[in-house]
């Protein structure tokens, strides 16, 4: 009777936000480049700020963060809180330089300010990244978090777990396509939105059933008390030299990658592009970063009180998580709970791929495969490959079951593109006689340097690899600026200003809030 309760509250949870979503966007056109690609750069601030956070709130966080958190503790909230930073350096810098441009996606932006090859590179290294490293990833810890919320051994009767991880994995992937090649952005910024709302009411009732659960019934600020007892250790926002993300690495690597991400990485920043104006965008991404603060209550703090109650139980971490909504949630409030974990699915997977159809259809297919093509032949050869990409995804995710900590590997892994991508954009955005030459051997060698770091086994490097992630990032800054200066070719980006180019006012006194909130943050809970 239980499991009834939770599917069919699963159900109606999943199809609420599906109807929502067409009834919003039936009548949108989407047969052109820009309503498909970029909502007809009409998004404006609620949707731009759910659509970012939910594109970066996926099962990696929830199943992979609290993973990371049941091992490790609070030191792992940097993978939410730094990305403040990021956001507010989005705002301020970067994001009045891509509008101001008009361009659809990064590559395309690098072909301007350098030239064709720079983007066709940086095209590939996205399109690569996404389809055999991050979609995968969506894919795995998706399967991963439903099992454990489901039980879906038992409710299926299916034994073999590998049989099981391949068909969720195939049951995510094709209504993610779906979401993505149907209905383009708008489709995927609207659904983001609804499922943001229902991913943070969710993700803060796990906290509080858990709490009350640890209190025994005596309530949750007792629950908060014999968490804290059980592991003192887990929280510090500061953590040991030998933890995965060590304090002095949030200056280093861990805060380049977050510039990264938040600043340049197609899959996350598309949305932003599709703003109704610049300050309808900047809103959005600030709005984003407040959110973000809040991402250690139920990113971290849920990882550390499953440790509480499973630290004995012989358990691999990512398990964790799904094993305490298990054990916490009423039935009908886990069914909710599954439809909002596979919207924060979904998002994550439909995003990704979206951008890779972008990536290729205006990159690859209209720049060298049909340069007359119309729009609607531009769209169409980004659904085909992305039908394509999303086969790849769902056969690779699978394989991925060996790793120990699917969360770290992401970020390692990341780390081989995101640091030669973003030296490129910075370099490029803020200097103008940089060479293309430059750049194009910046991102080569970048990613080969990078993924030597990865593929180094244990104890080679001697330091921590975002320690070596932020040294090769300042190697490929010096490379750029020493070829400025003996072989410059100045070139800058055409201005086009599609949209409305005025400020918001508030954006520079809501960073600095911001920032400060940050810095709260940690001292709050460090423990030096």
């Not at 703003?275 to 809040?294: F, I, M, N, P, T």
């Not at 390692?412 to 030459?437: E, H, Q, W």
Request: proline share 4%; aromatic share 12%; hydrophobic share 55%.
């Amino acid at each position: 009777m239980l499991h009834v309760i939770t599917i069919a509250s699963f159900v109606f949870f999943t199809a609420l936000v599906a109807v929502s979503t067409w009834l919003i966007v039936r009548h949108k056109e989407t047969q052109s480049r820009d309503s498909f690609f970029l909502a007809g750069r009409s998004l404006t601030f609620p949707f731009i700020a759910g659509s970012l956070l939910l594109t970066n709130l996926s099962t990696e966080q929830m199943v992979g963060l609290n993973g990371s958190a049941f091992a490790e503790g609070f030191p792992v909230m940097a993978w939410e809180v730094v990305a403040v930073v990021a956001l507010t350096a989005m705002a301020w810098f970067f994001l009045p330089k891509f509008l101001r441009a008009g361009v659809t996606t990064v590559p395309e932006y690098l072909s301007l300010r350098f030239d064709r090859t720079t983007g066709t590179i940086c095209n590939i290294i996205f399109m690569l990244a996404y389809t055999f490293g991050l979609l995968p990833i969506v894919l795995y810890t998706g399967a991963v978090g439903l099992g454990g919320i489901f039980d879906l051994r038992e409710l299926t009767g299916i034994a073999d777990e590998r049989i099981l991880l391949v068909l969720t994995v195939g049951f995510v992937g094709i209504a993610g396509a779906i979401y993505a090649l149907f209905g383009g952005l708008r489709s995927v910024a609207v659904s983001d939105l609804l499922n943001g709302i229902g991913l943070l009411i969710g993700g803060f009732m796990i906290c509080f059933f858990a709490l009350a659960a640890a209190g025994g019934g005596a309530g949750i600020l007792a629950g908060l008390k014999n968490v804290y007892h059980a592991a003192p250790e887990k929280f510090n926002s500061i953590g040991s030299s030998t933890c995965s993300v060590p304090f002095h690495t949030v200056f280093s690597g861990v805060l380049v990658i977050h510039l990264f991400y938040w600043c340049t990485n197609q899959q996350i920043i598309q949305r932003t592009f599709g703003a109704k104006s610049l300050a309808e965008g900047q809103k959005g991404v600030l709005l984003c970063g407040a959110l973000k603060l809040l991402g250690p209550l139920y990113l971290v703090l849920p990882g550390v009180i499953a440790y509480s109650f499973f630290k004995d139980a012989g358990i691999k971490p990512d398990a964790s998580y799904g094993m305490l909504v298990h054990k916490v949630l009423p039935a009908p409030l886990t069914g909710f709970f599954a439809a909002v974990m596979v919207g924060a699915i979904l998002s994550s997977f439909n995003s990704a791929l979206n951008s890779t159809c972008t990536l290729f259809s205006i990159g690859i297919y209209k720049e060298f495969i049909n340069k007359d093509a119309d729009d609607r032949q531009v769209i169409a050869s980004g659904k085909i490959f992305g039908w394509i990409v999303a086969v790849l995804a769902m056969l690779v995710a699978p394989f991925l079951a060996n790793a120990d900590s699917i969360f770290t590997y992401l970020q390692l892994l990341n780390s081989v593109y995101f640091i030669p991508i973003f030296a490129v954009v910075v370099l490029g955005m803020y200097t103008r006689k940089v060479p293309a030459a430059a750049a194009n051997t910046a991102l080569i060698g970048g990613c080969a340097a990078t993924l030597t770091g990865v593929l180094l086994p244990d104890g080679i490097l001697k330091i921590s690899p975002f320690h070596y992630a932020a040294i090769v990032f300042l190697a490929l800054v010096a490379l750029l600026i020493f070829s400025a200066f003996i072989s410059p070719r100045p070139k800058t980006v055409p201005a086009k200003n599609p949209v409305e180019m005025t400020p918001w006012e508030g954006t520079i006194p809501c960073g600095i809030l911001l920032l400060l909130a940050v810095a709260a943050s940690y001292l709050v809970l460090a423990k030096f």
